[in-house]
């Protein structure tokens, strides 16, 4: 793998940007949690299940990590036969603003250990630090506890609450807004 991508090995994870030779891994996390992920993501077409759609799919995140426009990263397991969980930080828009949205998800059967605040950890770190930022932004729906608890966990705080936000599970949801700032990450880490 090309050195211009991050890298991070982590307690119980190991962390990149995903590589042509992951698009099968990455299907068989979408395939087996699609149950899991269905109420809390758009409604995905048969070809989201396709081999040809994630070799394509790592393709363009290449692309946006060249392009410094969004940062995708995979948490695998320490013997890398099974991606853990997922992280993407898009649209990041540096200038006066230098902020970025993040979305999740990890596997049902690593769900509820810990896991992914170990991830998003080192993922913000990186974005910090690394990209710049000055704020992450991360939306969930109200009834989204988890989601919501993992954010509060990371130190994210409430901001709004946006009506019909994204279009979710095929309906218009509407989401609770939290930021986390760089100022807030560092006085977290000493
Ligand atoms: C939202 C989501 C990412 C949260 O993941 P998670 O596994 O609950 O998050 P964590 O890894 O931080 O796990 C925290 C849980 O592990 C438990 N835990 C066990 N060991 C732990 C440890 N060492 N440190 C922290 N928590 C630990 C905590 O008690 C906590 O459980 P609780 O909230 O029931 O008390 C997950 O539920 C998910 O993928 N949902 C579907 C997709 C989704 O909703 N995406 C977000 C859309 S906005």
Known sequence: MSSKFPQFV????IIRVAT????EMLREYYVSNQAHLAP???IRSEAYYTLRWWRLRINQIHSEFDEASAVSFIAMTPDKSAIVAVANFSNII???FKSCYLGYSISKTYEGQGLMIEFLQSCLGFMFENVGLNRVMA???PVNERSGALLQRLGFEREGY???YLRI???WQDHVLTALLKEDWLAQQR
């Open 10 to 13: 982590t307690k119980h994870l």
């Open 20 to 23: 042509a030779s992951d698009a």
């Open 40 to 42: 809390w993501e758009p």
């Open 94 to 96: 540096q200038g006066v």
């Open 139 to 141: 939306n969930y729906i």
């Open 162 to 164: 946006a009506r019909k």
């Open 169 to 171: 599970a095929g309906s």
